[in-house]
């Protein structure tokens, strides 16, 4: 029962590069998320996904992209990093809304330099 | 908007001592309120929940009771181990609504 899983749990980037942050959940579960969580500032929402083909930003999305193909998957994509990007990311996701609560990944810890 | 304000942090507490971390929130209509837990080096897990006023969420000894007349969801628990160490997150999440909204989290450290 593996839930949602996130690789790679640490990156190291240098500025300018991109990468892929990779969500998977074998939940089938509808809603997916992707948050960033820095030091002493809680949790702040970048995109999320109602269903497959379906996106829509969060509060903090400049810097990111992110597609859903499918149920399962939901890659968060960096194009040009910045140190501004360094940070903890979530991926979580969610049978319904209201009072369903999310099911979160063990996160990416990304620094970029 | 939706917000949560937690209390701040962090706390620091002795074995089996009480525990009360704050938190309250500004929402339309009738949110439902969940604490997460959030342990070093780990993702957050729903720790409790509750989805209409005066409903108590309880789990692992921990308590909370939604209280619409103050906008309250103050987590409590009687008996903090070691182990319980960690930070806690309110949260809330409006009817229909897909997302949830954060506060900023309060960490925990309980001493033996």
């Known amino acids: 029962n593996a839930g949602v899983t996130q690789t790679p749990k640490f990156r190291i980037l240098k500025i300018g590069q991109s990468m892929t942050l990779q969500c998977t959940q074998d939940?089938?579960?509808?809603?997916m998320y992707w948050y960033r969580q820095d030091p002493g500032m809680g949790l702040k929402l970048i995109y999320y996904?109602?269903?497959?083909?379906?996106?829509d930003k969060g509060e903090v999305p400049n810097g990111y992209n992110v597609s859903r193909s499918t149920t399962e998957d939901f890659p968060l994509r960096l194009e040009l990093a910045a140190p501004s990007q360094t940070s903890v990311y979530f991926c979580?996701?969610?049978?319904?809304?209201?009072?369903?609560?999310?099911?979160f990944g063990s996160g990416t810890r990304l620094t970029v330099v | 908007g939706d917000s949560v304000t937690q209390m701040e942090g962090p706390v620091t507490l002795s074995e089996e001592a009480f525990l009360t971390i704050n938190c309250t929130y500004t929402?339309?209509?009738?949110?439902?309120l969940f604490w997460y837990v959030q342990y070093p080096g780990e993702g957050l897990q729903l720790l409790l929940k509750?989805?209409?006023?005066?409903d108590k969420g309880s789990n692992k000894g921990f308590e909370a009771t939604y209280r619409k007349e103050t906008t309250s969801f103050h987590l409590e628990k009687g008996s903090v181990q070691v182990s319980d160490s960690a930070v806690y997150f309110c949260?809330?999440?409006?009817?229909?609504?897909?997302?949830?909204?954060f506060g900023k989290g309060t960490k925990l450290t309980v001493n033996p």
């Open positions: 979580a996701s969610s049978y319904g809304t209201g009072g369903a609560g999310y099911t």
């Open positions: 949260a809330l999440s409006s009817s229909g609504s897909e997302k949830l909204v």
């Open positions: 509750a989805t209409k006023a005066d």
């Open positions: 996904s109602v269903g497959a083909g379906i996106t």
């Open positions: 929402a339309t209509g009738y949110p439902s």
């Open positions: 939940m089938n579960h509808n809603y």
